[in-house]
């Protein structure tokens, strides 16, 4: 089993950058990944890191502007997130899986354990 709990949700204003963090504790994992997901609409990628290499991989909305890191002294991810925008208002998740080969580190169904979700709202 994997636990993870999002934090650091909240409201900002356009414009304005947000810092999330996603507490890991359980079995050692391979990948860590935030997904949002806004009202009515499905539940998307955003980024996702290779907790051992440190490969990085973003959606293409939010590359650029949002930073995914690790602390691994800490088991806690992090998705640093800079000038937001309204249209990145949504609820978002950290998700992790254990095996490497699990899946596609884009798509929902390759997660086994998620987070309960952390809001943010982006002001105009």
């Known amino acids: 089993q994997v636990q993870l709990v999002e934090s650091g949700g909240g409201l900002v204003q356009a414009g304005g950058s947000l810092r999330l963090s996603c507490a890991v504790s359980?079995?050692?994992?391979?990948?860590m990944g935030w997904f949002r997901q806004a009202p009515g609409k499905e539940r998307e990628f955003v980024a996702a890191i290779r907790w051992s290499s440190e490969n990085t991989y973003y959606a293409d909305s939010v590359k650029g502007r949002f930073t995914i890191s690790r602390d691994n002294a800490k088991n806690t991810g992090h998705l640093q997130m800079n000038t937001l925008k309204p249209e990145n208002t949504a609820v978002y998740y950290c998700?992790?899986?254990?095996?490497?080969?699990?899946?596609?580190?884009?798509?929902?169904?390759?997660?086994?354990?998620w987070g309960q979700g952390t809001q943010v709202t982006v002001s105009s």
């Open positions: 998700a992790a899986f254990i095996p490497y080969y699990s899946g596609s580190l884009y798509r929902t169904a390759t997660y086994d354990y």
């Open positions: 359980g079995r050692t994992f391979s990948t």
